[in-house]
């Protein structure tokens, strides 16, 4: 079933989606198989594929090559650009950085962190013809002046989100990511905002939620987030594999007649 936008926003109040991050064409074709509605080529590729400790690396040219893969894994899901730090500080950059997502990967949409310091970029994106998908709360991008700390837990904090959702909701955004939000601020979130909200660590009052593919098959080394479930492990399984395959050369059963031509 192909998904669109429009499709998506007009969800809001239906069953929650469940929704994935993914950076390759095999992973993407995983994703599509499932049925996912909408798959994010997150800046997180910096940290998860990349080995990077943030996601600040991530560039431009790295996110469309990683975009146009998935996009070609996925024909089916809505894909998201993950505008990356620095790509869109005044809007001619963000217009041109967000059309190439669109016109080079064939993206559907772009994310961008920020809320009211970031809705006039917004409003200027879709004004454009260009779908975004608004992301407040805890900004990866931000970290090396914020840290990691949830937000919403004190009434300061908490109605500062309030008048970033608003913001960027008022700026045209079709969706919104609310990450490392305190579980009863994103309930009040979601029930204010007209359109989706997606948690990421927000508890589980939304609309929809993010899981990087590698920590949802359970595929990554490093510890994943306290809110990222795995549903397989395959590390494991791959490390075995791996390690049948060389034990089978170096006792010469692989390759053998079956496997050869």
């Known amino acids: 079933m192909k998904w669109t936008v429009r499709k998506f926003r007009q969800h809001k109040g239906g069953a929650p989606l469940g929704l994935v991050t993914a950076y390759d064409y095999i992973t993407a074709r995983f994703a599509h198989r499932a049925g996912v509605p909408l798959i994010?080529?997150?800046?997180?590729?910096?940290?998860?594929?990349?080995?990077?400790?943030?996601?600040?690396?991530?560039?431009?040219?790295?996110?469309?090559?990683?975009?146009?893969?998935?996009?070609?894994?996925?024909?089916?899901?809505?894909?998201?650009?993950?505008?990356?730090?620095?790509?869109?500080p005044t809007v001619p950059d963000a217009l041109r950085n967000a059309g190439r997502f669109l016109r080079e990967a064939g993206c559907d949409a772009v994310k961008l962190e920020g809320g009211v310091t970031k809705a006039d970029v917004i409003a200027a994106l879709v004004s454009e013809g260009i779908p975004v998908q608004a992301h407040i709360g805890l900004q990866p991008q931000s970290v090396k002046s914020t840290g990691y700390a949830v937000r919403g837990?004190?009434?300061?904090?908490?109605?500062?989100?309030?008048?970033?959702?608003?913001?960027?909701?008022?700026?045209?955004?079709?969706?919104?990511?609310?990450?490392?939000?305190?579980?009863?601020?994103?309930?009040?979130?979601?029930?204010?905002?007209?359109?989706?909200?997606?948690?990421?660590?927000?508890?589980?009052?939304?609309?929809?939620?993010y899981l990087v593919l590698a920590d949802l098959l359970g595929l990554s080394d490093s510890q994943p987030p306290k809110f990222a479930k795995a549903y397989a492990h395959l590390a494991d399984d791959a490390v075995a594999a791996i390690s049948s395959y060389m034990a089978e050369v170096a006792d010469l059963k692989y390759p053998d007649a079956a496997h050869s031509y």
């Open 40 to 88: 994010l080529v997150g800046d997180s590729l910096a940290t998860t594929a990349l080995g990077h400790a943030t996601t600040i690396p991530a560039t431009m040219d790295a996110m469309i090559h990683h975009a146009e893969a998935v996009r070609r894994g996925a024909p089916d899901a809505i894909v998201v650009g993950d505008m990356p730090f620095l790509s869109y």
């Open 153 to 209: 837990r004190s009434a300061e904090d908490a109605d500062a989100l309030r008048a970033d959702l608003d913001a960027v909701v008022e700026a045209g955004a079709f969706s919104v990511v609310l990450e490392g939000v305190a579980p009863e601020v994103a309930d009040d979130l979601t029930k204010r905002a007209p359109v989706p909200t997606i948690g990421v660590g927000a508890g589980w009052h939304c609309d929809a939620y």
